[in-house]
């Protein structure tokens, strides 16, 4: 059964760091572009990252504070998360895309999807 699941989420101070893992079992996640999401309370789920074997995107909204990565070996993706803000809080989700790619991925193109990490960040 195909599963992801994320897990290092928790409460931390503005400015503090957290890492998120997203771990695949049931398939393998060479070949998918791989996602990370996220939802605040009373707002739409927003794209924060993407990764795959050809391309990268990151999010204006935390470039240079987010890192992406996979560890194929490990068949996880993992997003390092420094300088936190407040804004950042919400749940946290990845997800990933059969087409193989960043570029064109989107929320609607995501097959399989993590239950998700809450990330608090505190001012």
Not at 14 to 34: H, P, Q, T, V
Not at 37 to 46: H, L, S, T, V, Y
């Amino acid at each position: 059964q195909a599963q992801l699941v994320e897990s290092g989420g928790g409460l931390v101070q503005s400015g503090g760091s957290l890492r998120l893992s997203c771990a695949a079992s049931g398939f393998d996640l060479d070949g998918y572009a791989i996602a990370w999401f996220r939802q605040a309370p009373g707002k739409e789920r927003e794209a924060v990252s993407c990764i795959s074997s050809s391309d990268e995107s990151t999010a204006d909204s935390v470039k240079g504070r987010f890192t992406i990565s996979r560890d194929d070996a490990k068949n996880t993706v993992y997003l390092q998360m420094n300088s936190l803000k407040p804004e950042d809080t919400a749940v946290y989700y990845c997800a990933t895309d059969p087409f193989g790619a960043c570029a064109g991925s989107k929320e609607s193109t995501m097959t399989y999807w993590g239950q998700g990490t809450q990330v608090t960040v505190s001012s």
